[in-house]
């Protein structure tokens, strides 16, 4: 087989761009990271990215992929090994689902009830946090929402284990835990503990950091 | 084996639109049920409990919810005839990445043009006039963005059209003099008969869009 490129335009504390990794990860393909700053976007991603102008991006033999539930999707295709959606067509229609639920249903609702300085908005995003992790909790049959293996939808929700913990630490919340909904939090520890997904995580440290950093602005320009 | 199939679905709705079209291309025999949004069926609810919301396609008593999922589930059964998505990878995140695009900007931007005024709406135009354009230099020279016959992202796209009228009234726009290749896409997917017995005429959803903007108090 002709070698490949394979590169990785991507941030160290983007969870899209971890989907990315893990599922790179699970096939045994070797990439390049190429950490990007957004601030400063470089001719490299607006070139491969020029619609949205965003990370992740996946450059295989040059030719660019965005979005990181369709990379994971192509990744899956293109390459063999363990899959990560289900073969039978219900079943890859029910993980689309579900992955495209945490897309809909909790970034955006997880990111406004922490990084706001409104209490009616903290209070409706908390809200909207909490039906969406129900549904969540509800559609947990097994010990990962891929069955025995975790699949398309555990690296869709890794943003749940790995930064929401995090976020509800610097903000004082109760997003997910043991008490509210015991299935999901006992599955975000099963896979946190997977070595594949340890081995894609960021350094919680500096991530913990600037999240923290950017909270504390953000109360100090309410005063 | 007899095939159960049930759209649940609502006339005007373009999501909708894109189910219709992708069942009438594999040329499967269905039952179509129009739902009264305001007073939803106890089956829509049961099928689609997390949303509420219509298309949902219903196969042998299983829903499958989300008009695009609908259209790839339907492609991955019915996999033997008018293949909607490509078979490279590549094509194939190409085709998800466009019609993705066309879910993140065109239902919205088109529904500030009609639903809203004065800086906002101009906004909403621009958006939606350059989303159109982005989508035209993305078809070049092929008459579908299938290739040769409609895709993925002609079936997720074309439903709009239905709602051009409206758009153009409301907006004050020409998209025709703006956007002449997109038009005339339209037009070319309008001559396939699984595309033109799925679309309304133009004129029944603007007269649809003129009731709920004087519900919504526009008018």
């Not at chain 1, 070797?30 to 020029?50: G, H, T």
């Not at chain 1, 969406?132 to 990962?144: I, T, V």
């Not at chain 1, 997904?197 to 991530?207: A, G, H, N, V």
């Not at chain 2, 069942?23 to 509420?52: F, Q, T």
Request: net charge negative; glycine share 6%.
């Amino acid at each position: 087989m002709a070698q490949e490129d394979v590169k990785l335009l991507g941030t160290l504390g983007s969870p899209f761009v971890c989907r990315v990794q893990i599922a790179l990860k699970l096939k045994g393909v070797e990439y390049e990271f190429v950490a990007q700053d957004l601030q400063n976007k470089s001719e490299e991603l607006l070139k491969y990215n020029p619609v949205h102008k965003k990370v992740p991006v996946l450059v295989h033999n040059e030719k660019p992929i965005n979005e990181s539930l369709v990379i994971v999707e192509y990744i899956d295709e293109a390459w063999k090994g363990k899959s990560i959606l289900p073969t039978d067509p219900y079943q890859r229609a029910l993980a689309r689902f579900w992955a495209k639920f945490i897309d809909d249903k909790v970034f955006l609702a997880v990111w406004k009830s922490v990084f706001t300085i409104d209490e009616n908005e903290r209070e409706t995003n908390i809200k909207e946090v909490h039906e969406a992790f129900q549904f969540l909790e509800d559609e947990l049959k097994g010990k990962f929402f891929g069955g025995e293996e975790f699949g398309f939808v555990d690296i869709a929700a890794v943003n749940i284990a790995f930064w929401v913990p995090m976020l509800q630490e610097i903000a004082g919340l109760q997003l997910l835990t043991n008490e509210n909904f015991p299935k999901l939090y006992k599955w975000s520890q099963e896979f946190l503990s997977k070595p594949t997904i340890k081995e894609c995580l960021p350094p919680r440290d500096p991530i913990f950091g600037i999240f923290k950093g950017r909270y504390e602005s953000l109360l100090a320009s309410a005063k | 084996m007899a095939d159960e199939v049930t759209l649940l679905d609502f006339w005007p709705s373009p999501f909708g639109m894109r189910v219709r079209i992708a069942l009438a291309e594999k040329g499967i025999k269905y039952e179509y049920k129009d739902e009264d949004l305001r007073n939803k069926s106890p089956l829509l609810l049961k099928m689609n409990p997390v949303h509420k919301k219509i298309p949902v396609l219903v196969h042998n008593g299983k829903p499958i919810c989300e008009s695009l999922i609908a259209v790839q589930y339907i492609d991955e059964v019915w996999s033997d005839r008018s293949p909607l998505l490509p078979s490279d990878p590549y094509q194939r995140a190409q085709a998800r990445f466009w019609a993705d695009f066309v879910d993140k900007k065109i239902y919205d931007a088109g529904r500030k043009v009609w639903t809203t005024k004065g800086e906002e709406q101009e906004a909403g135009k621009k958006e939606f006039l350059d989303a159109l354009k982005l989508l035209e230099e993305q078809l070049g020279d092929k008459p579908y963005f299938g290739g040769d016959n409609i895709g993925y992202v002609d079936v997720s796209l074309v439903p709009f059209y239905s709602w051009f009228k409206a758009y153009e009234t409301f907006g004050n726009i020409n998209i025709e003099k703006e956007c002449p290749k997109f038009i005339a896409w339209a037009k070319r997917c309008l001559q396939k008969e699984s595309v033109s017995k799925s679309l309304p005429d133009q004129n029944k959803v603007f007269d649809f869009i003129v009731e709920m903007r004087k519900k919504f108090g526009l008018e």
